[in-house]
């Protein structure tokens, strides 16, 4: 486990990251804390918290907590390139805000207007990721088997974008 405690006057960020054994660890010169994990219902080592302390009265107390999961490690596979012509296009996220799919080299990219490109790895024929920030885009194909819509899917927020180009 590694866990650090920032005081910043009187506030102050605990940062524990998993771990089997319990730990200890100064927090200031005359305090001492001492971590000992614990199983909550639910939790399984994929996630995370990070806990704001403040000190009140002489005494810290948690006055916020945050809770994520660890993203999943995705594999990529590989596949023809030419399975992506389908996918290449312009697709509408929200009125004036389109993210251009494209291929280069062997591979499939988006590029969102005005920002950096990012490749699209695949994990199926249909599904593919970010890698950093972790992200899915999911490409739909309508009842004639074109693509019609894609759907990304990133911070528990799913977004559907429809093939304008």
């Known amino acids: 486990m590694s866990a650090r405690f ?11 990251v998993s ?78 805000l389109a993210l251009g799919v494209f291929k280069e080299g062997g591979s499939l990219f988006g590029q969102v207007t005005g920002q950096p490109k990012f490749e699209l790895h695949p994990e199926s024929e249909v599904v593919f990721f970010l890698k950093e920030p972790p992200a899915l885009f999911l490409f739909i194909r309508n009842d004639n088997g074109q693509v019609a819509q894609m759907l990304t899917i990133q911070d528990g927020r799913v977004t559907a974008a429809k093939k304008v180009k």
């Open 19 to 96: 771990s089997a054994e319990s730990q200890s660890f100064k927090a200031q010169s005359s305090q001492r804390v001492t971590l000992t994990p614990c199983r909550l219902p639910g939790v399984d080592g994929t996630s995370r918290f990070t806990d704001t302390w403040l000190k009140r009265q002489g005494r810290w107390q948690v006055v916020a907590r945050h809770y994520s999961r660890v993203p999943l490690e995705r594999n990529a596979i590989k596949l023809d390139a030419k399975i992506y012509d389908a996918y290449v296009g312009e697709y509408e996220l929200a009125p004036g």
């Open 6 to 16: 920032i005081p910043a006057g009187a506030i102050a960020l605990l940062w524990v």
